[in-house]
T-cell receptor, first 113, second 113 residues
Framework: DAGVTQSPTHLIKTRGQHVTLRCSPI?????VSWYQQVLGQGPQFIFQ???????GRGNFPDRFSARQFPNYSSELNVNALLLGDSALYLC????????????FGSGTQLSVL | GESVGLHLPTLSVQEGDNSIINCAYS??????FIWYKQESGKGPQFIIDIRSNMDKRQGQRVTVLLNKTVKHLSLQIAATQPGDSAVYFC????????????FGGGTRLMVKP
């Protein structure tokens, strides 16, 4: 069975641009979460979606937005990119979305120049 | 892929020895805890989890201990192997209605052959 898949794997953008990252959860999983991992640190929670509704939002600016589609895949959008947005963006899925283990993808490495 | 954890605390052990990785968590109301392993260029991989109504849980070669009194979590790896070399993160779920994990800073485990 396929795990969590993310695309693209690597991306280079310049300041001020916007970016869209994509995630497909494990088959049967209804919840998708997004995390940002800056080099040398643990992942930091950005968003959680369950059944296409936002269930939680971390301490990130409004430049960050996300959505979940009827097939449970998800997109993370970041507008007006800053140098500090350079990070590994991880998507994770879970079955029901509450108090259960998350399965992570390999991430999208975003570099903002 | 991008290397994670360049400035993390490091635990160096001999192959075949037991490893103990410690973690302090902050929220006494957290109900669910997970240990993840992250290799370079990959997303976090689930190792073992524990709920707050338990103080010990065992898996294959791994044991997690939870001390709620001092808000401390530990991961024990028996007979450590070179393939165990990675960065290890503990995570707590502070929202029992969701899956918003808060990750610790991570520990790099290096196994010497």
């Amino acid at each position: 069975d396929a795990g969590v898949t993310q695309s693209p794997t690597h991306l280079i953008k310049t300041r001020g641009q916007h970016v869209t990252l994509r995630c497909s959860p494990i088959s049967g999983h209804k919840s998708v979460s997004w995390y940002q991992q800056v080099l040398g640190q643990g992942p930091q929670f950005i968003f959680q979606y369950y059944e296409k509704e936002e269930r939680g939002r971390g301490n990130f600016p409004d430049r960050f937005s996300a959505r979940q589609f009827p097939n449970y895949s998800s997109e993370l959008n970041v507008n007006a990119l800053l140098l500090g947005d350079s990070a590994l963006y991880l998507c994770a899925s879970s079955f029901e979305g509450a108090n259960e283990k998350l399965f992570f993808g390999s991430g999208t490495q975003l570099s903002v120049l | 892929g991008e290397s994670v954890g360049l400035h993390l605390p490091t635990l160096s052990v001999q192959e075949g020895d037991n490893s103990i990785i410690n973690c302090a968590y902050s929220n006494s109301a957290s109900d669910y805890f997970i240990w993840y392993k992250q290799e370079s260029g990959k997303g976090p991989q689930f190792i073992i989890d524990i709920r707050s109504n338990m103080d010990k849980r065992q898996g294959q070669r791994v044991t997690v201990l939870l001390n709620k009194t001092v808000k401390h979590l530990s991961l024990q790896i028996a007979a450590t192997q070179p393939g165990d070399s990675a960065v290890y993160f503990c995570a707590e779920n502070r929202d029992n209605a969701g899956n918003m994990l808060t990750f610790g800073g991570g520990t790099r485990l290096m196994v010497k052959p």
